[in-house]
């Protein structure tokens, strides 16, 4: 029998679920707010700075060493934080998302270069509007996006195959097909992953070391969706100089 005693105590677990839910999905997209202006301020200041920028291209033009290092490295964060989630501690965590923020931005600063600062403005409005409105779907639909999120994670690995594939082909139209897929793909996989984070922010407890871990790596997963869809959208709307 469910007295009203225990109907208040459901219900305030209840709401007290759905705050703690709220705080930790509003955590994940603070981190990633905070980690997209860190990569924006470095790719300018670098982009500013020929000493800087020149430091990552040899004399003929090229990648020199640190360009290398600098292109490659970020795969290798992400490869360390995942595997090194259950050991790491959530500010060890938090100090490599940094790290990982301001080696993106030395790696993007290349597009300041290429693309018109207008085109590149732009085509972050766009980005904004397309992730903050599938991050509302995902976080609002009752759907189960699971099967759907399989689908685009399998489109992801064929990009990722593509892309290698046309290293050596150099197909320009295989790119714009490439990109095109990517958009959806990535577009796709932002209300998937918050749906995710909504489940995960539902089963946390509040202020814990696990919880604060969990925030970084979903800022992470976000960060990655946003950066991975404005780089795409970035070949269709972005205009050289």
Excluded: C
């Amino acid at each position: 029998m469910i007295t009203r005693n225990n109907f208040y105590q459901t219900a305030e677990t209840g709401v007290n679920s759905q705050a703690i839910t709220k705080n930790f999905v509003s955590g994940v997209f603070s981190w990633m707010a905070i980690a997209l202006a860190i990569t924006a301020f470095t790719a300018y200041y670098f982009a500013s700075s020929p000493a800087l920028i020149g430091s990552l291209r040899t004399p003929e033009g090229g990648m020199s060493m640190l360009g290398w290092v600098v292109m490659l490295s970020p795969i290798g964060f992400v490869l360390v934080m995942s595997m090194g989630f259950q050991k790491f501690s959530a500010g060890t965590l938090t100090l490599l998302f940094g790290a990982f923020s301001i080696i993106m931005g030395m790696s993007l600063s290349f597009i300041l270069l290429i693309y018109t600062s207008s085109s590149i403005f732009l085509t972050f409005a766009v980005t904004a509007g397309m992730f903050g409105t599938m991050a509302f779907v995902g976080y609002t639909t009752k759907t189960d996006l699971t099967k759907f999120g399989s689908l685009m994670m399998m489109g992801l690995i064929g990009i990722i195959i593509a892309s290698v594939a046309n290293m050596f082909m150099h197909s320009s139209t295989f790119d714009y097909i490439i990109s095109f897929i990517g958009v959806l793909v990535f577009t796709g996989l932002t209300a998937y992953d918050v749906q995710v984070l909504k489940r995960i922010g539902a089963g946390v407890e509040y202020g814990t070391q696990e919880t604060k871990k969990l925030t970084i790596m979903g800022a992470l997963r976000l960060y990655l969706d946003f950066i991975n869809l404005f780089l795409f959208l970035l070949r269709f709307l972005g205009n050289r100089r």
